[in-house]
């Protein structure tokens, strides 16, 4: 599993939040005026979010809810380390929803800290017309991932990481 572009969706969701555009950020295609708060995806980029900002969780969604219900069981599924990283940043999770899925993954930062970098050899697989760019606005607003992290990325989910 590698980042999408070299970042995760944390580094996306602090990079959109910190814009100009932060106004226009919108994932949830449900809701009318902003988020449906009740969808699978308002429920993950909620967690996201809140991680990011350093926050409580705000999602009046519960455990019975499809969506929630399937981060309450045993991992592996999909975006399961953003849910890791979400568990290890906010603050309070063991007072939500959320608590018993802290059972089944290490919640210290450390364990996520490569999903706040840009895995370096994306950078060249942007073109060349605007590779030097974003590179630099990378290095600059993100950094890149040491070669420690590079290896947990790269060895992910296989059981030899770093």
Request: hydrophobic share 35%; net charge negative; aromatic share 8%.
């Amino acid at each position: 599993m590698l980042p999408v572009g070299g970042v995760s969706e944390a580094v996306t969701m602090r990079l959109a939040l910190g814009s100009p555009l932060r106004e226009q950020v919108r994932w949830c295609l449900q809701g009318v005026d902003g988020p449906c708060r009740k969808c699978g995806k308002c429920f993950y980029k909620e967690l996201i979010q809140a991680a990011v900002e350093r926050r409580p969780l705000d999602s009046p969604m519960k455990a019975e809810h499809p969506s929630v219900r399937k981060y309450l069981k045993k991992p592996p599924y999909g975006g399961q380390e953003m849910i890791q990283y979400g568990l290890s940043r906010v603050p309070g999770i063991e007072k939500t929803v959320l608590a018993p899925a802290l059972d089944y993954f290490d919640v210290g930062e450390e364990a996520t800290s490569w999903l706040d970098h840009c895995y370096p050899p994306a950078l060249e697989e942007i073109p060349e017309p605007w590779r030097a760019e974003a590179a630099a606005f990378v290095e600059a607003n993100v950094g890149l991932m040491t070669e420690s992290e590079v290896r947990q990325v790269e060895t992910w989910g296989s059981g030899a990481g770093a």
